[in-house]
C-alpha cells in the first residue's frame, strides 16, 4: 500500500481508480480522464497536488543559499509572495528535479518540489546547506489543490467568498496568504486558476466546498494529458540527471547573468556544447504518439519523451529528444509499432488558455 494524501478518502468516495503513483496511492480519474481534460480547459477542474512537498526555508543566508543552489537566480524575486521557477542541478549539470521557489522576505522562501524525488531533493539541499546560517522544514501537515480553468478564480471565489480581497489582485506567479493558507496563481495546465497549500485538517472539507460550487474533481491522468499540451516539462521523463537544461528546453530558466553568481552546475553548463535538443510532434498520420519512440530525422535518430493523444487537438503530439538544427516545419518520421509514420516538428506549447495553438506554432 502506499503513502495516502489527506484528500485520499475523499477520492476513494468520489469514486476514483486509484494507482500507484511515485509511492502514493493517487486518483488516476473519477470515471473518464477525457471529460477531465476538457472541465479543466474549458470550465473548471481540481487536482489533489497534496504528494508534493513544500519546504520552508529561513535563516539569514537564505538568498545567498538559493543563488548557490538553483541554476534560475532567486535575487529577481523582490515583491513579497513572487514566485520563480528553477532546476535543481547537479555539479555536471544533470537535472535533479524541477521546483518552483516562493520568495517573502530575503530570509524566508517557500520551495515546492516533486513528489518523486521529494526525499532525494531534500538529501541534496540539506548537503549543500552545510555552512549556510539557514534552516529546512518540510511541511508535510499542509495539503495542496489545484484548482484551474478559465473559470477556476470566480468558481474558488465563490467557494470561497472572503479570499477574494487577497487574491483577486495576484498576478500570474504570484501568491498571498490568507488565514492559513497560501494562495498562488501558479498552475501545471496551461489554464490561469489557483494552487492552494492549506492545513491538512482543512483539506476534505475544501475540496467538498469547491465540489459544491462546480469545481469538477480531475485525475493524474488528465494532468499529463493538460501539461504535455500546455509546453510543460514532467520530470523523470522529459529530463533527469542524465541530461541537462540545454538539452530539455529549459535553457531560459538558466540564469548567466550575474557574472559573479557560481551555482550548482554553471561550470558544466558554460562549457557543454548540446548535441541534443527538445523539441515538440504533431503526428501526421494515424497513431498514437508515446514516450521511448524511436524519432528518425534528417540528422540522426532521436527518442519521444512524452506523448499522448491531446483532446483539446484531437491528434497526437509529444516532446523529443532530438540532434540539434532540426526546425520548426521539418518533417521526421517515427517508429510506433514497426511501423514509421510522419510527424512534424512543431513549437510548443501546443494549447493554453482553451484553445490550440497548434496551426500558429507549425510556421
Known amino acids: 500500500m502506499g503513502k495516502h494524501t489527506p484528500l485520499f478518502d475523499s477520492h476513494l468516495s468520489a469514486g476514483a481508480k486509484i494507482v500507484d503513483f511515485a509511492g502514493w496511492d493517487m486518483p488516476i480519474h473519477y470515471g473518464s480522464q477525457l471529460e477531465e481534460h476538457h472541465a479543466v480547459r474549458r470550465d473548471a477542474g481540481m487536482f489533489d497536488v497534496s504528494h508534493m512537498l513544500a519546504i520552508d526555508l529561513a535563516g539569514a543566508d537564505a538568498q545567498k543559499w538559493l543563488r548557490h543552489l538553483l541554476a534560475n537566480d532567486v535575487a529577481r524575486l523582490t515583491l513579497p509572495g513572487k514566485a520563480l521557477y ?3 542541478l547537479q555539479e555536471d549539470g ?8 516562493y520568495f517573502f522576505t530575503p530570509g524566508h522562501y517557500r520551495i515546492v518540489v516533486n513528489a518523486g524525488t521529494a526525499d532525494k531533493d531534500l538529501a541534496w539541499m540539506r548537503l549543500q ?10 511541511r508535510r501537515d499542509l495539503a495542496m489543490i489545484a484548482v484551474q480553468g478559465p473559470n477556476a478564480r470566480m468558481k474558488f471565489w465563490n467557494a470561497f467568498p472572503a479570499s477574494r480581497g487577497t ?3 495576484l498576478a500570474v506567479f504570484q501568491a498571498a496568504e490568507w ?3 497560501l494562495i498562488a496563481r501558479t498552475g501545471y495546465t496551461g489554464e490561469d486558476g489557483f494552487e492552494i497549500a492549506l492545513p491538512a485538517s482543512e483539506a476534505a472539507k475544501a475540496w467538498e466546498t469547491l465540489r459544491a ?9 488528465a494532468r499529463d494529458t493538460l501539461r504535455l499540451e500546455a509546453g510543460m516539462n514532467l520530470y523523470g521523463q522529459d529530463m533527469d540527471e542524465s541530461v541537462t537544461p540545454l538539452e530539455s528546453g529549459l535553457a ?13 552546475g554553471k561550470a558544466a553548463l558554460e562549457a557543454q556544447r548540446p548535441t541534443r535538443q527538445l523539441a515538440g510532434l504533431m503526428l501526421l498520420d494515424r497513431g ?3 514516450s521511448h519512440q524511436k524519432v528518425i530525422t534528417a540528422r540522426g535518430s532521436g527518442e519521444t519523451t512524452s506523448g499522448s493523444f491531446a483532446p483539446t487537438l484531437n491528434q497526437s503530439v509529444a516532446f523529443a529528444r532530438v540532434p540539434m538544427g532540426i526546425a520548426v516545419g521539418d518533417e521526421v518520421e517515427v517508429e510506433i509499432r514497426d511501423k514509421r509514420l510522419k510527424a512534424r516538428v512543431v513549437k510548443p506549447p501546443f494549447a493554453r488558455n482553451g484553445k490550440s495553438l497548434i496551426q500558429e506554432r507549425t510556421t
Open 179 to 181: 488565514n492559513s493558507w
Open 167 to 169: 487574491s483577486e489582485m
Open 94 to 101: 544533470g537535472v535533479i528535479d524541477d521546483l518552483i521557489v
Open 129 to 138: 546547506a552545510a555552512g549556510y546560517d539557514i534552516s529546512l522544514t518540510p
Open 86 to 88: 528553477s532546476c535543481l
Open 252 to 264: 531560459w530558466t538558466v540564469d548567466f547573468k550575474d557574472k559573479g553568481r557560481d551555482f550548482i
Open 213 to 221: 460550487a462546480g469545481v469538477a474533481p480531475a485525475g493524474l491522468g
Open 288 to 290: 498514437i504518439l508515446r
